[in-house]
Nanobody, 124 residues
Framework: QVRLVESGGGSVQAGGSLRLSCVWS????????MGWFRQAPGKERERVAG????????YYRDSVKGRFTISRDNAKRTLYLQMASLKPEDTATYYC?????????????????WGQGTQVTVSS
């Protein structure tokens, strides 16, 4: 069974930084593309960033480009999201996910493995 476990969320003031981590439980995920998604109250889940299995290609939604950096360390089975210059609109529950599709998608056929989420709250 594949498990993804996020950590690193918290409460920060606008302009601050956080680093999210996501640890996966199976070697098979080493060969999957991975992504970070977020969902704010009352809003649909949206993709934030993605990285291909070999780390050679990344994706960012426009609103986080230049502020967020996604990376992965397959030896540690860990996915990261370094977030800087945080804004109140970044407030959401952040989820990591893994799958064969690209770019990252909320479609379970493309990205079937999901973590439980970690809360990020940015105050103004």
């Amino acid at each position: 069974q594949v498990r993804l476990v996020e950590s690193g969320g918290g409460s920060v003031q606008a302009g601050g930084s956080l680093r999210l981590s996501c640890v996966w439980s199976r070697d098979a995920i080493d060969y999957h593309n991975m992504g970070w998604f977020r969902q704010a109250p009352g809003k649909e889940r949206e993709r934030v960033a993605g990285i291909q299995s070999g780390g050679g290609s990344t994706y960012y939604r426009d609103s986080v480009k230049g502020r967020f950096t996604i990376s992965r360390d397959n030896a540690k089975r860990t996915l990261y999201l370094q977030m800087a210059s945080l804004k109140p609109e970044d407030t959401a529950t952040y989820y990591c996910a893994a799958g064969r599709g690209w770019p990252p998608s909320i479609d379970l056929e493309d990205f079937p493995y999901w973590g439980q989420g970690t809360q990020v709250t940015v105050s103004s």
